[in-house]
């Protein structure tokens, strides 16, 4: 980082004890990105594997997410499988504020994703997320944090999870289905990771009588719905590029993870 010469074989830097073989940043050029993915010449988060990606099932359920116009990488992490004929899906963003919220979306997404799918009930999921997402504090002051969705559809019902301010939708006529856990303000009330304190899940039940879509997103695109008109969609991939693409369209301005998954009816 300082250019001063350096013995083959050394790992630091004599002058600066920069360690040697740092990735370049993504930014500025300069060999400087930390472990925790910042460059410590320019302070830009590096971006990840995770900048785009889509998921799609047999039955129509999709989802895709996006790092956004403004943001150098995604916290946003997502699952979405199928499991004992029910479709399941978590969304966590990762607490922007928060180290490493990146890996703390995807611990999360990951352990309740898997917990679930082996039959877990939601309170167990969210319990287990809870300590993937701890395991990763250092201490108090190094904790990483995420918000958390979850849903399991089956053919007869809806079961939602939830703590934070990633929501659910009912489409086609968008009803929110979750309850933010935040101040007037937007500051979130509730969180995973180790210093959120005695955090519950709040849990809802629902059976529609008529087919629809549930749509389980991140502020990202909730922040762009007020007023907005859903269009009418068959298939949920569709419709979810074009609400991604509403989106950024409006400003991108943070993450965007959209899941549509189908309850009711032929979609496809």
């Not at 695109?221 to 009418?232: D, E, K, M, T």
Request: include cysteine; charge should be negative.
């Amino acid at each position: 980082m300082c250019e001063t010469p350096v013995v083959t074989g050394d790992s630091f830097c004599e002058a600066c004890g920069h360690p040697l073989g740092a990735p370049a940043c993504t930014a500025c050029g300069a060999p400087a990105v930390d472990a925790d993915g910042y460059c410590e010449r320019c302070g830009v988060r590096q971006p990840t594997g995770r900048d785009h990606s889509v998921l799609e099932l047999e039955g129509g359920a999709a989802g895709v997410t996006d790092r956004g116009l403004r943001r150098s990488r995604n916290e946003d992490a997502m699952a979405l499988l199928a499991a004992d004929g029910a479709i399941i899906t978590v969304v966590c963003d990762g607490v922007g504020s928060s180290p490493r919220a990146d890996q703390a979306s995807a611990a999360a997404v990951a352990t309740a994703s898997a917990a679930l799918a082996d039959g877990s009930s939601q309170e167990k999921a969210f319990e287990l997320a809870g300590q993937a997402v701890n395991a990763l504090a250092t201490s108090i002051d190094d904790a990483p944090a995420c918000t958390y969705v979850s849903a399991v559809v089956t053919a007869e019902q809806i079961t939602l999870g939830w703590a934070g301010d990633t929501r659910a939708y009912w489409l086609p006529d968008g009803t929110l289905l979750t309850e933010d856990d935040a101040v007037p303000t937007g500051e979130i009330t509730a969180w995973l990771g180790a210093d959120s304190g005695d955090v519950e899940l709040r849990t809802r039940t629902l059976a529609p009588k008529q087919p629809g879509l549930l749509l389980v997103c991140s502020d990202g695109l909730w922040r762009y719905l007020n007023g907005y008109p859903f269009p009418a969609s068959d298939n949920p991939m569709d419709l979810a590029r074009v609400l991604l693409r509403h989106a950024l369209d409006s400003g991108g301005q943070d993450n965007v993870t959209i899941v549509l998954i189908p309850f009711g009816g032929s979609h496809g």
